[in-house]
């Protein structure tokens, strides 16, 4: 298990098993839901009472997952991982996990000691209840990760918020941060057919902000269009860009297959050794 961090307010003590969950050698301790996950979050954390993905976004992901649609995504990753030299067993954080499909695929692949965090209950719960080998933690990633200095041999931030310092702090010197977000494209034809255009979503150099800290080590882009039906677009809508989803019946009214546009822009950066 990775070395986890106690969230309670000045402890960051390190965390350890115990009979209901997690607990620190001062005395704080984490129950573990019956799902199996356990949440770090505190009061001060706490943006809302229902955080992160809706339970309807995690539902449409799951869904777009178990049809397949996302298979050559995953291979994707695992390939720029393999590339990169990332060893099997390596100490991983998914920070931004969503509902745990890929993070599970990538760890069976490469039978990594993981852990998946989002502040979305919801999606944490669904990953807990699929995946139960894997450890799931419920915390707000936006501020200071619930990991030990140095404790990680890769950080997985796959289409979620992004934060160098942290990432970082929790990555050994060495350690390797995968990193993706969508492509220029990704969704164009949706995102056209439902919010009247399809700005181009690459603006700027969306891994510029890591290059204090970090080396880029392999970066690409893939593309992978595919035809979807009626209900996998509106899936892909809910699960994705939140300004699409109030108008996805102007897109389904059009009926049949379709094809799409999956597009991801894929970096792989290693944790500079530099003291």
Known sequence: MIALACTVRGCGAELAPSAAGLACPRGHAFDRARSGY??????????????????EAVSARRRLFASGL??????ELGRALADAGVERGAR???VGCGEG????????RFELDAAGLDRSVHAVEAAARAHPSIAWIVANGDRRLPVRDGALDLVLSITARRSPNEFARVLRPGGR???????ADDLAELRAAAMGSATDLAIHDPFAEFDTEFERSEARVF???VEVLAEQRADLLIATYRGARGREERVLAEGGARTVTLSWRVAVLVRSRRA
Do not use: C, K, M
């Open 177 to 183: 941060l995968l990193l993706a977000v969508p492509g």
């Open 223 to 225: 593309t992978h269009r």
């Open 70 to 75: 996302y298979a050559p995504w995953i291979e």
């Open 92 to 94: 991983t954080l998914d």
């Open 38 to 55: 356990v949440n770090l979050l505190q009061p001060h954390d706490r943006r809302s009472l229902d955080a992160g993905d809706s339970r």
């Open 101 to 108: 499909s890929i993070l599970a695929a990538l760890a069976e």
